[in-house]
């Protein structure tokens, strides 16, 4: 079993920025792909970026694409989330999320494990 506890969530106005963070405890998080999502009041759950399990391969959502980066220590066992730029239409609960197998992947359902979510307000 793995958990995920995701921070680094807040408050920000538009411009501005914020990390997120993603630590994992229970197994070895090198060996599993890792994705971002978030999901807005009234809306699904979306894809925002994943990595690879070396780091090799990213893949961001057009709508964040040169604004965000997602990187991860394999060392720490903590994945991140480094969001420039920020919109108001980025405000979200933001989660993270672990795939045991394959390439990384956009649809949630593919992945496996999943964090409590920390929310990310930016505001006008």
């Known amino acids: 079993q793995v958990q995920l506890v995701e921070s680094g969530g807040g408050l920000v106005q538009a411009g501005g920025s914020l990390r997120l963070s993603c630590a994992a405890s229970?197994?070895?998080?090198?060996?599993?792909?890792m994705g971002w999502f978030r999901q807005a009041p009234g809306k699904e759950r979306e894809f925002v970026a994943s990595?690879?399990?070396?780091?090799?391969?990213?893949y961001y959502a057009d709508s964040v694409k040169g604004r965000f980066t997602v990187s991860r220590d394999n060392a720490k066992n903590t994945g991140y989330l480094q969001m420039n730029s920020l919109k108001p239409e980025d405000t979200a609960v933001y989660y993270c999320?672990?795939?045991?197998?394959?390439?990384?992947?956009?649809?949630?359902?593919?992945?496996?494990?999943w964090g409590q979510g920390t929310q990310v307000t930016v505001s006008s």
């Open positions: 999320a672990l795939r045991r197998a394959g390439r990384p992947a956009t649809t949630s359902v593919l992945y496996d494990y």
């Open positions: 229970g197994r070895t998080f090198s060996s599993y792909v």
């Open positions: 990595i690879s399990w070396a780091g090799s391969s990213t």
